[in-house]
C-alpha cells in the first residue's frame, strides 16, 4: 500500500510506531498532488513549505513524548476558511489575494493537534453551487469520471480526498455542500448540528445555516476530526454550550434494536432508479444487523427548496455587502467616483450565481416584499423543523438518499439554475432544521458513486457515526478508490 492511500487512523497507527514519519506521509501526498492534480483540480493553492515545515514540527513533537490522533496527519482545507498567511480566496475573483491576518477557530484547534496543511480546495465561488463549476478560478473534477462534476460546494475537498491527494479535509455545509459531493465522490461527509462546530473564521454565506464539516475515508475518521474541532467558541455567539463526547467511542455498539425511520417524501419522483435501489439495499443491510426501520413523514418537504432559497440568499445579499472595493479584497481600477467604484467592483468581483442569489435575496428582504417572502419563509422553516421533531418521537434516525443522482456531468446543468438546485433537494432540509447528517457511499451506478444519507436529532452526531460505521463494517463501497490513467 502507497503511503497516500492510508485513512486517517491508519496513518495514525503507523505514526505512532515509528514505522513512518510524518515528513514520508506528508512527502508522499505532496507527490500525489504533483502527479495527478492537473487532472482532478481539487486544490487552488498547494502549500509545500508549509507542510514541510509542520510533518518536520509534528515529528519532533511526538519524539518528545507526545501522542494525539492527528499528530503529524496531512489535511486538506476548503477555500473559505480563514488561514492565516495564506490565500483565502473562496473561489472569488472578489477575494483572489486576500490573506487573512488570523486563523479560524478549527484551524486553531487542528493545529493544536498537530494537523500539517498540504493546502486549500476548490469551491463554488462564496460556497454557493452544487457542482463547483461557479469557482472563478476552474471547475474541479469527479475523480472517477473526470468528465463530471464532484459536486459541490465542497467539491475540491471530497475530490482531493477521493483522489487520495489528502486522506482527509474541511468542508462547509449550507444546503448540503460537504454530503452532495461527498455522495458524488464516494466519500464520508459528515455535517455536524448548527452551533456544534466554531464558525468564527469561516467566510459567511448565510450565518443561520452555514456549518463546518469534514470529508474523509470512512466514519472512523469523521468521529477523529470532530473529536478535534467540536467544542464550545466564545469567539461564535452561534456556538453552544452543550457537551462534546468522545465521538469513537460508541462506534462499536452496533444497531441492535435501533428504530430507523425512512421519510416517504424522500423516495419521490425525481429520484434516479438506481439510486433509489442502491439505498434500499443499504437499508435491508441495517435492518439485517438488528436495526428496525419504520415509514415516516416529514409533510413539508415540499416547501424545503424554495424556503432554503429566499433565506440563504437573503442572508448572502446581507453578508456580501461588505465586498464593495474600499475595505479589502478587489476594487474595480477605473471608477469615476465612489458609486462608480461600489458598482462597478461587485459588477466585475463577482461571478453570475453569486450576483443572482445577491438578486433573489435583496428582493425577498425589500420593502413590501420581506413579509410576503422572507418572513413567510422563516415561519415554513419552523414547519419543517416541527416535522423533524415529530419523527424523531418514533425514530432514533432517520436514512434517505443524499442526492436524487450520481454526479452528472460538467456543464450539464449550468444553464438551468433549477435544476442544479434540485441536486440538494434531499439535503437542505436538514440545513433549515440545524440538525446533523452523513453521508455514507452505499452502491454504484454506471462506475459512479452513490451516497446514503443518515439523519440524527440536534447533537447525536455519535449516534449517525456508530450507524456510519456500523454499515461500513459489513460492506466494502467506501474501501474502494478510483483509479487513473498512469496507475
Same mark, same amino acid.
Given at each position: 500500500m502507497e503511503l497516500y492511500e492510508l485513512t486517517i487512523h $491508519?496513518?495514525?497507527?503507523?505514526? *505512532?510506531? *515509528?514505522?513512518?514519519?510524518?515528513? $514520508?506521509?506528508?512527502?508522499a501526498l505532496l507527490d500525489r498532488i504533483a502527479a495527478i492534480d492537473d487532472q482532478v483540480k481539487a486544490y487552488i493553492t498547494v502549500t509545500p513549505d508549509t507542510a514541510m515545515a509542520q510533518a518536520r514540527e509534528a515529528d519532533d513533537r511526538r519524539s518528545a513524548g507526545e501522542e494525539?490522533?492527528?499528530?503529524?496527519i496531512p489535511l486538506a482545507i476548503k477555500d473559505i476558511i480563514c488561514t492565516k498567511g495564506i490565500t483565502t480566496t473562496c473561489g472569488s475573483k472578489m477575494l483572489h489575494n486576500f490573506v487573512p491576518p488570523y486563523d479560524a477557530t478549527v484551524m486553531r484547534h487542528l493545529y493544536e493537534a498537530g494537523m500539517v496543511l498540504l493546502g486549500k480546495t476548490n469551491l463554488d465561488e462564496f460556497a454557493m453551487g452544487s457542482s463547483t463549476e461557479n469557482s472563478a478560478f476552474f471547475p474541479t473534477h469527479n475523480p472517477w469520471d473526470l468528465t463530471r462534476v464532484p459536486g459541490g460546494s465542497s467539491g475540491g475537498s471530497a475530490a482531493a480526498v477521493?483522489?487520495?491527494?489528502?486522506?482527509?479535509?474541511?468542508?462547509?455545509?449550507?444546503g448540503g455542500s460537504v454530503r452532495q459531493p461527498a455522495a458524488l465522490c464516494g466519500m464520508v461527509g459528515l455535517k455536524p448540528t448548527y452551533g456544534r462546530v466554531s464558525r468564527y473564521g469561516l467566510v459567511a454565506f448565510a450565518s443561520s445555516l452555514d456549518q463546518v464539516g469534514t470529508l474523509t475515508k470512512d466514519a472512523l475518521d469523521a468521529a477523529l476530526l470532530l473529536n478535534v474541532i467540536a467544542r464550545h467558541d466564545p469567539l461564535d455567539s452561534t456556538s453552544v454550550e452543550v457537551p462534546t463526547p468522545d465521538y469513537t467511542a460508541s462506534l462499536n455498539q452496533?444497531?441492535? #434494536?435501533? =428504530?430507523?425511520?425512512i421519510p416517504r417524501e424522500y423516495f419521490s419522483a425525481g429520484i434516479q432508479p438506481e439510486v433509489e435501489v442502491a439505498v434500499r439495499e443499504a437499508i435491508r443491510t441495517l435492518e439485517s444487523l438488528g436495526a428496525v426501520t419504520q415509514e415516516v413523514s416529514l409533510p413539508h418537504t415540499e416547501y424545503a427548496l424554495p424556503t432554503y432559497y429566499l433565506i440563504a440568499p437573503a442572508e448572502a445579499s446581507s453578508n456580501l455587502a461588505r465586498y464593495d472595493g474600499v475595505k479589502y479584497g478587489y476594487a474595480y481600477p477605473?471608477?469615476?467616483?465612489?458609486?462608480?467604484?461600489? =458598482?462597478?467592483? *461587485?459588477?466585475?468581483?463577482? #461571478?453570475?450565481?453569486?450576483? =443572482? =442569489?445577491?438578486?433573489? #435575496?435583496? &428582493?425577498?428582504?425589500?420593502?413590501? &416584499? &420581506?413579509?410576503?417572502y422572507y418572513l413567510k419563509a422563516q415561519k415554513v422553516r419552523t414547519l419543517i423543523k416541527k416535522d423533524f421533531d415529530a419523527a424523531f418521537e418514533s425514530c432514533d434516525v432517520l436514512i434517505a438518499p443524499t442526492s436524487p443522482s450520481v454526479a452528472f456531468r460538467i456543464g450539464e446543468k449550468v444553464a438551468d439554475p433549477l435544476q442544479m438546485y434540485l441536486s440538494d433537494i434531499f439535503t437542505l432540509s436538514l440545513n433549515l432544521a440545524g440538525l446533523c447528517g452523513v453521508s455514507i457511499p452505499c452502491g454504484f451506478e454506471q462506475g459512479l458513486p452513490v451516497g446514503l444519507q443518515i439523519i440524527g436529532k440536534p447533537f447525536d452526531e455519535a449516534g449517525i457515526l456508530r450507524v456510519a460505521h456500523t454499515y461500513q463494517q459489513a460492506t466494502d463501497w467506501h474501501k474502494r478508490h478510483p483509479t487513473f490513467p498512469e496507475q
Open positions: $491508519e496513518a495514525s497507527i503507523l505514526l *505512532r510506531k *515509528r514505522e513512518i514519519s510524518s515528513l $514520508e506521509l506528508t512527502r494525539n490522533p492527528l499528530l503529524g477521493a483522489a487520495q491527494e489528502a486522506p482527509g479535509a474541511l468542508g462547509t455545509d449550507t452496533g444497531v441492535q #434494536g435501533l =428504530r430507523i425511520g477605473d471608477a469615476a467616483d465612489i458609486w462608480d467604484l461600489y =458598482r462597478k467592483t *461587485r459588477q466585475h468581483g463577482f #461571478g453570475s450565481e453569486v450576483k =443572482r =442569489r445577491i438578486m433573489l #435575496g435583496t &428582493y425577498a428582504l425589500s420593502a413590501g &416584499y &420581506y413579509d410576503a
